[in-house]
């Protein structure tokens, strides 16, 4: 294994076309010769693999994943004049659940019965907080949905579910009381 030094060292690879007509369209900030990108690319993996694998260093890699397809996306909705507080809040909330998950499963080589709590907890937290989110733009209406009839019709079978799941809870309680 090579030093690590700040020089370069000239290095030399085969790549196919498709390789590098990928690597000259490539934009990265700061790199504008396919030495600048290639540097630029290795330092990316580099910090990815060396990232400390609490919560915040999973959260921030996988909002970075879906920087690109979130910034395609409010393109588009202001391109048709349309918004979705759903989706957004969805590629807000999806991000922090898999961080979660990943911060509370990484370098486990066992996980006990209090974890598995734990972490069934944290995620259901994490998905109620979606799914209010969903309720809310439900009930005000057109502003925050590509198609509030089609959220509110997705959203029926869930109010049935609640609805049941009320009324288990409260014959519990009568019968605890």
């Known amino acids: 294994m090579l030093a690590s030094t700040?020089?370069?060292?000239?290095?030399?690879?085969?790549?196919?076309?498709?390789?590098?007509?990928?690597?000259?369209?490539?934009?990265?900030?700061?790199?504008?010769?396919?030495?600048?990108?290639?540097?630029?690319?290795?330092?990316?993996?580099?910090?990815?693999?060396?990232?400390?694998?609490?919560?915040?260093?999973?959260?921030?890699?996988?909002?970075?994943?879906?920087?690109?397809?979130?910034?395609?996306?409010?393109?588009?909705?202001?391109?048709q004049g349309m918004h979705s507080e759903i989706v957004l809040r969805a590629m807000d909330s999806l991000p922090e659940v898999l961080a979660f998950l990943c911060a509370a499963l990484d370098n486990q080589t066992e996980i006990g019965a209090q974890q598995l709590k734990e972490l069934e907890r944290g995620v259901t937290e994490r998905i109620v907080r979606l799914a209010n989110a969903i309720m809310q733009t439900a009930l005000t209406g057109q502003d925050g949905s590509y198609d509030i009839y089609q959220v509110k019709q997705r959203l029926k079978p869930l109010l049935a579910l609640s609805q049941l799941m009320h009324e288990q809870l409260n014959k519990e309680k009568e019968t605890t009381s």
């Not at 370069?8 to 076309?17: N, Q």
């Not at 990316?44 to 609490?54: N, Y």
């Open 6 to 79: 700040s020089r370069t060292v000239p290095f030399s690879a085969r790549l196919s076309a498709e390789d590098i007509q990928f690597i000259a369209e490539l934009e990265i900030e700061g790199a504008q010769t396919p030495s600048d990108k290639l540097r630029a690319i290795l330092a990316d993996a580099r910090r990815r693999r060396e990232a400390v694998a609490d919560f915040s260093a999973y959260l921030q890699l996988t909002q970075e994943n879906l920087a690109p397809v979130r910034t395609y996306l409010l393109a588009a909705e202001r391109e």
